[in-house]
C-alpha cells in the first residue's frame, strides 16, 4: 500500500538553527498539508498546499515557516530560525479529492 | 471552544471488554475520521465517515450528523489496542483535519 515517509524520522537542533523537513507524498496526490503535535497536546494544523501555493495557513505558519514543493515528488516544511517552542512531532499529510488523508509517521524535533 | 470534543479523556479497560468512545463536533462536517495514535508518535487513519455506520474487524464507528456526534466502538478489546484515539472532523473534503484531543485507552491483560 502507498503510504507517506517523512525525514529525518528525529532531528536535534540548536535555538536559532534553520531546519529542513522533508516528506514525500503519496504520488497521485493533490493537496499537502502540515501538522504539528507539542508533546502532551493534540495535533495542530499549520500549512495546506495545492497547486503549488499555500491554501490556507493557521496563525502559527509566521514568517518563519515557509513550503515548498522543489520536485514532483518531495514537500518540504523550513523553520528558519527555531526557537524552543518549536520542539514537537512534525506530521506531513497528502490526499487526492475526496478521500481521506494519509499522515506520515512524523519527525520528532527537539530544540535545545 | 474546542470544535471537537472527545469523552473520555483516559480510559483504561480489562481485555475483553467492549469499549466506547465519543465525540461530539460542532461545525458543519463533510467527513469526521478516526485515527490511532501509538506511543511511538505514528498516526494511523481508521476510518472516513460522512455518516451511518462502518465496521473494519473489531472496530465499529458510527455518527449521527444531525446530533453532530460520532462513536467509535472496540470489541474484545486486547492489549495492543492500547493507543491514543483521535477523533477528528472535515469541513470540506479539501480541508485540513481538525483534530480533537484524542483518548488514552489502556487495555490491561
Known amino acids: 500500500e502507498p503510504e507517506v515517509t517523512q525525514t529525518p524520522s528525529h532531528q536535534v537542533t540548536q535555538m536559532g538553527q534553520e531546519v529542513i523537513l522533508r516528506c514525500v507524498p503519496i504520488?497521485?496526490?493533490?493537496?499537502f498539508y502540515w501538522y504539528r503535535q507539542i508533546l502532551g497536546q493534540k495535533v495542530e494544523f499549520l500549512v495546506s498546499?495545492?497547486?503549488?501555493?499555500?491554501?490556507?495557513k493557521s496563525e502559527i505558519f509566521d514568517d518563519q515557516f515557509s513550503v515548498e514543493r522543489p520536485d514532483g515528488s518531495n514537500f518540504t516544511l523550513k523553520i528558519r530560525s527555531t526557537k524552543l517552542e518549536d520542539s514537537a512531532m512534525y506530521f506531513c499529510?497528502?490526499?487526492?479529492?475526496?478521500?481521506?488523508?494519509?499522515f506520515g509517521p512524523g519527525t520528532r524535533l527537539l530544540v535545545l | 471552544k474546542n470544535e471537537v470534543e472527545q469523552s473520555p479523556q483516559n480510559l483504561t479497560a480489562q481485555e475483553g471488554e467492549f469499549i466506547t468512545i465519543n465525540c461530539s463536533y460542532s461545525?458543519?462536517?463533510?467527513?469526521l475520521h478516526w485515527l490511532q495514535q501509538h506511543p511511538g508518535g505514528g498516526i494511523v487513519s481508521l476510518f472516513m465517515?460522512?455518516?451511518g455506520k462502518k465496521k473494519h474487524g473489531r472496530l465499529i464507528a458510527t455518527i449521527n450528523i444531525q446530533e453532530k456526534h460520532s462513536s467509535l466502538h472496540i470489541t474484545a478489546s486486547h492489549p495492543r489496542d492500547s493507543a491514543v484515539y483521535i477523533c477528528?472532523?472535515?469541513?470540506?473534503?479539501?480541508?485540513?483535519?481538525?483534530f480533537g484531543p484524542g483518548t488514552s485507552l489502556s487495555v490491561i491483560p
Open positions: 504520488s497521485n496526490h493533490l493537496y
Open positions: 465517515l460522512s455518516s
Open positions: 499529510a497528502s490526499m487526492t479529492s475526496g478521500e481521506t488523508q494519509y
Open positions: 498546499f495545492y497547486n503549488n501555493e499555500i491554501s490556507e
Open positions: 461545525v458543519g462536517i463533510s467527513a
Open positions: 477528528a472532523v472535515q469541513k470540506t473534503s479539501y480541508d485540513k483535519v481538525i
